[in-house]
């Protein structure tokens, strides 16, 4: 083991202009579209925005300081001066939007999921292909603090072989909020009754982008009540609660769970290694802690130097938005690939789907495509 624990805590080299070259980003979709640092990387500017709410695009005009404003992504995508363009639109409509910026020639950072079905899944890969465009997915999960560490451990081998992790994401659809959620002006919104499992990559993230590994087999469990939003979706779908059991491409087991029932809060993992053992803690008081050669270590890590100093603060999702922002416009001005690259979406995305299936065959364990 050559680095620390310790060391692995504090962000290391902090984070360094070597450009002077602007990214012409455009948002699109101002809900959760809103949250993010785009104007305040010293490499970008935001030089469009669009949603055809108008309070929304208001909203987005004023977050990004800028003055360029459409109705619709089409619009977006007429715009020459627009490279990148961040879309946060509906879930069942990313892969569709993705596939348009992309052939429109610009790069897309999309919200998650990737896709909904395998066939958009090939979609997608094909047409990144093609037309070399650079994706990146927004998964807050990836970059979590304890996630970035988990990754630092993982790498340093801290963990020794890491045998098993569990991942959760547990948002219950109760009370005022889900009037919001499920419904805009007496019509249902893409949320009412969405599968679980289609909205897999807040927990498998906390596989996928600390050990890498791929998803082989998944094998998942439904539960929903006799209630009318898992009768009447335009999904088909009866579940509110969905429970995995995945082995991955390392024989190693990872749990996968997400919730619109369960009376819990909020996204989580732990991982265990056979050195070493990582607890994110949740809101119900169950706590950090790094169990390790080197003790029990409580002390949180602290990695806001890695990003540009203006997005220093808190937009929620354990602060990963800032670092999210920060990949991609780093990747587009080095002209590399994104970490949570097109790959990576579809390897958090593609296992859910086919868990959906699996759950609506009682369970049976089912194997998982897997992309690039
Ligand atoms: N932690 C996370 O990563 C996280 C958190 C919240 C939401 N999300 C994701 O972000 C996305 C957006 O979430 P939300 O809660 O804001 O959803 P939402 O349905 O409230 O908002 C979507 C917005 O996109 C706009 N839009 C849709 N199609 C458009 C088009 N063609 N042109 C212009 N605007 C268009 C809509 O008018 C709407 O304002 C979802 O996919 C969701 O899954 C992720």
Known sequence: MSESV???LKAGKPWEQTSDRMVRMAVVGGGFGACFHWHEHPNCKVVAVADPISDRR???MERYQCET???TLDDVLADDNVEGVAIFSGAPDHARHVCAIMEAGKHPFCAVPACFDLEEAEMLAEIKES???KYMMAETSWYRWETILARRMFKAGIFGELIYSEGEYYHPMVGEEVQ???WRDGQKTWRYGFPPMHYPTHSSAFLVGVTGERILKISCAGWGPEEPWCFDNVYGNPYSHEVSMCITDQGH??????SWSAHAFGERAQWFGREASLYMPDDAGRPYIIRCPEGDITEFPDYWEL???KMRYDTGHGSSHAFLTTEFIDAIVADREPEVNLYEALAMTVPGIVGHQSALWEGQQMEVPQYG
């Open 6 to 8: 310790h060391e692995l």
């Open 253 to 258: 087991s990872f749990r996968c769970n997400v």
């Open 69 to 71: 404003a459409y109705e």
């Open 131 to 133: 037309t070399g465009a």
């Open 180 to 182: 919001g959620l499920w």
């Open 58 to 60: 208001n909203g987005l």
């Open 307 to 309: 990003v540009p100093e």
